[in-house]
């Protein structure tokens, strides 16, 4: 990345890594709600059922994309242990450092973001 040196890269590397962590804390700490809901009809009634299986659908969404975000924040790491941060994966450019800073994990360029919009 031509307009960013180190010293520019540093604060969002950072940043990768903090949510990185918080993403892993938050996903250990709901591990409980994403478990298979027990049907025990004695102690629980039907609604109570279905608020469970509904907690869990809602935990198992949250937990798959905790997940994709993850994996961006992890190929963003590798990008920068590559030498490769900064740079658009699909055309090359670089990737301006005020999007860098909106959002760390981005693997492209405006231009080519908005290409693959629909």
């Known amino acids: 990345m031509s307009d960013s040196g180190p010293d520019k890269l540093h604060p969002i590397v950072r940043s990768l890594e903090r949510r990185q962590a918080e993403l892993t804390a938050a996903d250990a700490a709901t591990d409980g709600d994403r478990a298979p809901v027990e049907l025990d009809q004695t102690s629980v009634g039907r609604l109570s059922r279905m608020d469970a299986l509904q907690v869990q659908a809602m935990a198992q969404e949250t937990s798959r994309r905790r ?23 699909l055309c090359g450019d670089d990737i301006p450092l005020k999007r860098l800073e909106l959002d760390p994990a981005t693997p492209t360029c405006v231009a080519c973001a908005n290409a693959r919009t629909p």
């Open 67 to 89: 997940h994709q975000e993850l994996l961006r924040i992890e190929a963003a790491l590798k990008r920068v242990a590559e030498g490769e941060y900064g740079y658009c994966t």
